[in-house]
């Protein structure tokens, strides 16, 4: 089945414990990117990535990195977490051509940072 | 500055009653323009995209370039039409972005 994977979906930590979001996605995309949810905030990008080795900067890329080694998957990594990164988190991939545009995403990680 | 306004953060009507969900965006050159959708407890899909000039579960958006809009519209909501609504650009080089959302309510 084609799909985006998250891990974990849920996860509480206490400020300063690195933590890393793993997503990985089967359908051999070339764009991935990280969004965080806020209520009354929507959707806003942390980082996304045209392809392999090939990372970029959204809207809040602050307190957070990526990596993309690998065409499939494109880990969030909070080095030292604070409270402000609590938020449900969101990766997606999709191709950057032909049907370029169709998000798809995974089904969210919560984080709560104590 | 590319940017995406969707200016209502909560839109209630009655199941029945027309529904119209505003977009507004910025971009300087072609748009691409989209609508996600996240209902409860499910992952964001992908509802419609201007492009394609469909019709998806009744709902219809047509992209004016001279108001720099995308709205989405449904002339008789559903029940099942309650959920977060995003609209969102693609710029140049196919990265994605989105407004703030839309929490769509119908009412019985």
């Known amino acids: 089945e084609a799909q985006v994977t998250q891990n974990p979906r849920y996860l509480i930590t206490v400020t300063g414990k690195k933590l890393t979001v793993t997503c990985s996605q089967n359908?051999?995309?070339?764009?991935m990117s990280w969004y965080r949810q806020d209520p009354g905030l929507g959707l806003r990008q942390i980082y996304y990535?045209?392809?392999?080795?090939?990372?970029d900067k959204g809207d809040v890329p602050e307190g957070y990195k990526v990596s993309r080694k690998e065409k499939r998957n494109f880990p969030l990594i909070l080095e030292s977490p604070s409270p402000n990164q609590t938020s449900l988190y969101f990766c997606?991939?999709?191709?950057?051509?032909?049907?370029?545009?169709?998000?798809?995403f995974g089904e969210g990680s919560r984080l709560t940072v104590l | 500055a590319q940017r995406v306004t969707q200016p209502e953060k909560l839109l209630s009507v009655f199941k029945g009653a027309p529904v119209e969900l505003k977009c507004n965006y910025s971009?300087?050159?072609?748009?691409?323009l989209f609508w996600y959708v996240q209902y409860s407890r499910q992952r964001l899909q992908l509802l419609l995209r201007?492009?394609s000039r469909e019709s998806i579960k009744g709902f219809t958006a047509d992209l004016n370039k001279g108001e720099t809009s995308f709205h989405l519209k449904k002339p008789f909501a559903q029940e099942e039409d309650s959920a977060m609504y995003y609209c969102?650009?693609?710029?140049?080089?196919?990265?994605?972005?989105f407004g703030a959302g839309t929490r769509l309510t119908v009412k019985p």
């Open positions: 997606a991939s999709s191709l950057t051509s032909g049907r370029a545009g169709e998000l798809f």
């Open positions: 359908m051999n995309h070339e764009y």
């Open positions: 990535s045209m392809n392999v080795e090939v990372t």
């Open positions: 971009y300087s050159g072609s748009p691409e």
């Open positions: 201007h492009i």
């Open positions: 969102a650009l693609k710029r140049w080089n196919n990265d994605m972005r």
